[in-house]
């Protein structure tokens, strides 16, 4: 599905949890209800439903800033160990890192506070008497799913407040440590670490109770420490790599002198003296300051062509919302086009100064050179 336009996905291992999860909380709400087995198994279902939605809204909060500080979002995918929102670059700066990472959290509290509203308004007592389930005989169903949503959710709040990478506070603490050190690179390597010990801990506490008896939580503590100890020790490794990419912008690797169509040649000469000649694809369109406007394909020059209107000016087909795709700033970092959706899907893209004069072309290829070029000096 698509809520805000951002696809929400789930991968396969998603339903293994799912009704592993629902399995295991069906005997909680027995114990907690005392009712029927069929009451138990269908509140169960509502919770853990709405425990993934709250997944899904965590990681919402997370997308929705990131987009809104112009990181653009491919998707929030449900998988074993819950939920993540796929960005398509890193943040740029430590104040972008600490509002992306600190989002979801912060909309984790909001729900534990709507749980807690809501059910004390329902109990007609105090908020904190919503988790003591267990002191209650036959609470109603509606309470019992509050508290265990808002209990579940504060578990989340404080687990994901640790400050071990990837976590979000492993994130949160890593643009603090951005902006004391003004190096992205050794907050990274910082925040990994402390990652890679967290993991540790977890795998120990996992064998511990494995060991005591407690097969399945002990399992899952050792999967999800050996998860983030792989996760903390990539972005710990990957730091040694971007440090060799320090300095190298676009404008570095970009060809200065392509090949640009005016807007205003004529459809007819666009074919002649550019498609006809070079034998591309497309061409980028300039108007006089040379600011880029667009793309022309040679599909649509035909088209127009066989329609009757070969004397129409190139930049009557040229859209400003394709274009903004299509742009980069001649000045981004190298480290910015890895995951830029833009090249992957158009194959370059159109470098350009403040003012949106067209500065250069960078291709997919030119990136992978410069890359290889960056790979035997990391190596050696």
Known sequence: MRIFGIRIGASP???????????????YFREVLGGSVTQAYVVAVCAVMLFFASLILHELGHALVARRLGIGISGIDLWFFGGVARMSRDTDSAGTEFKVAAAGPLVTLVIIGVCLGLGALISQGAALDVMRLADSAHVSPTLA???????????????????????DGGRIARAVIWKITGDRNTATRTAGR??????????A?????????????????????????QSARAAVASTAFTERLDGITVADIMDAQPVT????????????????????DWFPVVDEAGRFLGVVREQRIDAEIAAGRPALAV??????AEAEGWR????????ALLGDEGLRDHGALMAVDAD??????????????????????RIA
């Not at 339903?15 to 069906?26: G, M, P, Q, R």
């Not at 508290?147 to 504060?154: A, E, T, V, W």
């Not at 402390?194 to 795998?203: E, K, N």
């Not at 930049?315 to 400003?320: D, I, P, R, S, T």
């Open 13 to 27: 291992s998603w339903f293994i949890v799912l009704f592993f999860f629902i399995y295991v909380v069906s005997d």
């Open 145 to 167: 799913l509050l508290g265990f949503l808002g209990s579940i959710n504060i578990f989340l709040f404080l687990f994901n407040l640790v400050p071990a990478f990837p976590l």
């Open 194 to 203: 402390i990652g890679v010990g967290f993991a540790y801990l977890i795998i």
């Open 205 to 229: 506490v996992g064998i511990f109770l494995a060991v005591r008896g407690d097969l399945v939580n002990g399992i899952w503590l050792g999967v999800l420490g050996w998860f983030i100890a």
């Open 261 to 280: 169509m005016p807007s205003t040649a004529t459809l007819t000469q666009a074919q002649d003296e550019y498609f006809l000649r070079y034998r591309w």
């Open 315 to 320: 930049g009557e087909l040229v859209e400003a």
């Open 328 to 335: 980069v700033p001649a000045d981004r970092p190298l480290e």
């Open 356 to 377: 949106g004069v067209l500065r250069g072309v960078v291709t997919i290829e030119q990136v992978r050179r410069a890359l290889t070029a960056v790979l035997p000096q």
